[in-house]
């Protein structure tokens, strides 16, 4: 189960960048097959480079695993930015994301 859950993130993460199997294995030093064979299920990242792989991915490893987040990175940044807003601009925009999601 968790096993599954493994490989679908890194898919729906990576295609989420928008970069290919090829250019991210490239990019975290390992062989330019390496991200490809893990998404076909042969095997399982070294700690190390899971760590490696999250960074790259712009996530947390627990963002890595919630997989009810489909944007990690992009949320990350729109509460950073929400920290900084009073309680009138908050409601604004709580008001804004349900006209939205309507």
Do not use: W
Not at 51 to 57: P, R, V
Not at 76 to 97: A, P, R, T, V
């Amino acid at each position: 189960m968790f096993e599954d859950l493994f490989y679908q993130r890194l898919v729906v993460l990576r295609q989420a960048k928008g970069v290919s199997a090829r250019d991210m294995s490239l990019s975290i030093g390992q062989s330019e097959g390496y991200i490809n064979g893990i998404e076909n299920r042969h095997g399982f990242p070294s700690m190390s480079v899971f760590f490696y792989i999250c960074e790259y991915l712009g996530v947390t490893p627990a963002e890595f695993f919630d997989d009810g987040n489909q944007f990690p990175s992009e949320l990350k940044k729109i509460i950073e930015g929400l920290k900084s807003m009073d309680h009138e601009q908050l409601e604004s925009i709580s008001n804004l994301i349900h006209a939205m999601k309507r």
